[in-house]
């Protein structure tokens, strides 16, 4: 297992799949010549980065940082997006996140039964360790 966060989210994923179809047919476009695609590819990847940004707003990317190590896996949401993050300039377009201390402490994150769980969850090896 991975000892880092590195920010897979259902945002970042939902994005990065978007923004390769955009790159796709933007690539078939210039490679064809056809300005039809080429404005095609430019259009996706512009809603990609919308898609992203929306996704992010509504709890399913992450704050700036490393985020606790119990919110690390892909389906956990940030009920403390609805304030905005604190250093997030996505969430200062939004108009998000300019009050003090917004988006400071622990991120607050869905499990999977849906309860709300705000923390580092204990290590694999330490849990087994406790037993």
Known sequence: MSQYD?????????????ATVGATVLGAGICLVSGVL???GLG???ASALVTWALHLAGWGKPPGV???GAWRMG????T???GHAECWGCRLAGRGRRAGAGAGAMAVTGAS???????EPEPAAAEAGR
Do not use: N, S, Y
């Open 6 to 18: 590195e920010g897979h989210t259902v945002a970042g994923w939902t994005g990065t799949g978007i």
């Open 44 to 46: 996706i990847l512009a």
């Open 76 to 79: 956990a949401r940030d009920l």
């Open 67 to 69: 985020r606790p190590r």
């Open 38 to 40: 080429i404005l095609g």
């Open 114 to 120: 849906g309860a709300v769980t705000a923390g580092v």
């Open 81 to 83: 997006a609805r304030d």
